[in-house]
Nanobody, 123 residues
């Protein structure tokens, strides 16, 4: 299982921006699926962004137009703009190197996960 580690979380005011890096101990470009998910206590876990090895991306409606997933050398990123109070959650990066045909779903049972980083958005 490949190690992943998120950072960059913190507190920000509504309307602000944060960038979450996720260090990946294997090239993310070789992963079949890479994604970001979030969970707030008392709520269901939500897949919010996913990218496959072709570079194709998909976003949850709740973040579309505000969040961007990207990959670099041994990093996966989530750029979050125009943050809202409802974006408050623990954010997790995840990746999977198992072969998968077709596209990567937003809700996917990834084989490798980070430990999470907390994002708190205040009004």
């Amino acid at each position: 299982q490949v190690q992943l580690a998120e950072s960059g979380g913190g507190s920000v005011q509504a309307g602000g921006s944060l960038r979450l890096p996720c260090a990946v101990h294997q090239s993310p470009y070789s992963a079949y699926c890479m994604g970001w998910l979030r969970q707030d206590p008392g709520k269901e876990r939500e897949g919010i962004a996913v990218m496959d090895r072709t570079g194709s991306k998909a976003y949850a409606d709740s973040v579309k137009g505000r969040f961007t997933i990207s990959a670099g050398n041994y990093f996966l990123y989530l750029q979050m703009n125009s943050l809202k109070t409802e974006d408050t959650a623990m954010y997790y990066c995840a990746a999977d190197w198992r072969p998968l045909s077709g596209g990567c779903p937003l809700e996917y049972s990834y084989e490798s996960w980070g430990q999470g980083t907390q994002v708190t958005v205040s009004s």
